[in-house]
């Protein structure tokens, strides 16, 4: 048997690092690498190691050679990626059109804005569903089920709203789209997260959902303002996006099937739902899930709401406080494109501690010193700092946790983040009825202590003797 071949099983009894063995697997390492060489950089402040729930072996690799797939490796991987970061730019334009198109939804239904707003919550039901299947649909139909089924989800979630249905119609096919979304947050997140270069990968897809949620208001006032069209026209080039996403990841994920995907797990022994029984019985899938709740209620609550609290509170024209939504979407795509490398140098439980900081300080610029300029250029570097945290800790989740529980941890994860960012839009909109807009700002405040708070309650990684 080659060298190779015996670092892929490692027993943690026998191994150098002691009894408590982080097990990383393939995350962060290089092309080539052995496995007992994880750590992303040799003189990087962290060499990662995972551990599995019973301290078992480490994990082998995803091929047969002990390689670790990278961007562009093995072949087909760019193609994949590319398809990949669409399917991010179209989650991030749906949920950006959903709080655009609310005084449409008004006007066109005759409904008050509480009832409007329950197209904010049913896309939880659907990330629900897809958090306890998704173990379940990776064993069977592997990677390509999620590639052909998340499309079909939305391309059937947008032929309904272009079809402007009556309104509870239009309530639960929202619920699809959510568990079209589920599949693929989870899907893409581990299988990015086991890539060489990890955070950098996942900081450029989690931009790309920041660049569909940027370039959504452009797309829908153009069409909804300038050339008066309906609401529910901006669908119609829904639709159109989503074919194009169904044939490329139909395409580029074909080869992922349910046996490839069983193969590469085979020495788990693990059924679906067994794997989803041990993510929910992890310490660290709960604070996960509860830093998702909270980021993704700022996240969401802020960019929902920013341009109502200009208008109202700061007083800016209706196209200021549009472009300060702009500049909100525009530094967290950057945030997360540009600090995914500063991430992946010195990792993420010092980096995202600072970004928290940087936060926090300038959600009170924004809050207390009520000039418009201020406070525009304050949510804009707040996006900027926001933004690589979630990816960031997508990749502590992964680290800490088997590689066998990855899909069903951060899809559950992300479900429960879900209802944060359905949740909290909501409140605030009901908050801000009886007691004006203003309050926005206390909640997110609060919200991003409780993230903080989160994190510093994440458990550390070992590093090597």
């Known amino acids: 048997m080659s060298q190779t071949a015996t670092e892929t099983r490692v027993d943690t009894r026998h191994t150098a690092f002691g009894p408590e063995v982080y097990e990383l697997g393939r995350l962060g390492s290089s092309h080539g690498r052995s496995v007992g060489d994880v ?25 047969a050679h002990g390689e670790v797939e990278r961007w562009n490796y093995p072949k087909g991987n760019m193609g994949r990626l590319a398809f990949c970061f669409v399917s ?15 005084e449409q939804l008004e006007t066109y239904y005759n409904l008050s804005y509480t009832i409007v707003s329950l197209i904010f919550l049913t896309p939880f039901a659907g990330y629900s569903v897809a958090a306890f299947t998704n173990a379940r649909i990776h064993q069977k139909f592997g990677q390509r089920g999620v590639a052909i089924m ?32 589920g599949l693929t947050d989870a899907c893409f997140c581990a299988w990015i997260g086991a890539m060489d270069k990890a ?21 829908a006032t153009s069409m909804v303002v300038k050339a008066e069209l309906p609401w529910y026209n901006y669908y119609y080039f829904m639709v159109g996006m ?8 139909t395409i580029t994920f074909w080869q992922k099937t349910g046996a490839v995907y069983r193969a590469e797990h085979a020495h788990e022994d693990q059924e679906g739902g067994v794997g989803t029984r041990a993510a929910l019985k992890s310490k660290v899938t709960w ?27 700061r007083k800016a024209s209706a196209y200021a406080s549009g472009i300060s939504a702009t500049g909100f979407w525009a530094g967290q795509a950057l945030g997360r494109a540009g600090l ?10 010092l980096c995202i501690t600072i970004y928290l900081a940087f936060c926090i300080a300038l959600q ?11 406070s525009a250029i304050a949510v804009a570097f707040l996006g900027f700092f926001l933004g690589p945290m979630f990816p960031g800790a997508v990749m502590m989740t992964a680290k800490l946790l088997p590689k066998h529980i990855h899909v069903s941890a951060i899809g559950f994860a992300m479900a429960i983040g879900g209802t944060g960012g359905t949740v909290f839009p909501f409140i605030i909109g009901a908050i801000a009825t009886s007691k004006g807009v203003a309050v926005l700002q206390p909640i997110i405040l609060a919200l991003i202590a409780v993230v903080a708070i989160v994190w510093l309650c994440f458990p550390r990684i070992k590093k090597r003797d």
């Open 364 to 374: 009170l610029l924004f809050w207390l010193i009520p000039q418009f300029v201020v």
């Open 150 to 181: 998340a499309p079909i989800c939305h391309i059937t979630t947008y032929i309904i709203l272009a079809l402007h249905p009556p309104y509870p119609v239009l309530v639960i096919a929202n619920t699809i789209s959510g568990f079209g979304n």
């Open 199 to 219: 955070n950098t990968i996942q900081g450029f897809l989690h931009s790309f959902y920041s660049v569909g949620a940027l370039i959504s208001p452009l797309i």
């Open 340 to 349: 995914g490398f500063v991430t992946e140098r010195y990792g993420e439980r």
């Open 242 to 249: 989503s074919v194009i996403e169904l044939v490329g990841l």
């Open 287 to 313: 604070l996960c899930s509860l830093f998702f709740f909270a980021y993704m209620g700022v996240e969401v609550g802020l960019g929902g709401w920013i341009v109502t609290f200009m208008l109202r509170v």
């Open 88 to 102: 991010f730019i179209i989650a991030g334009m749906n949920d950006a059109a959903v709080g655009l198109t609310d």
């Open 39 to 63: 750590s992303p950089k040799k003189d990087g402040p962290e060499e990662h190691q995972s551990v599995d729930s019973k301290g078992g072996d480490v994990t082998p690799p995803p091929n």
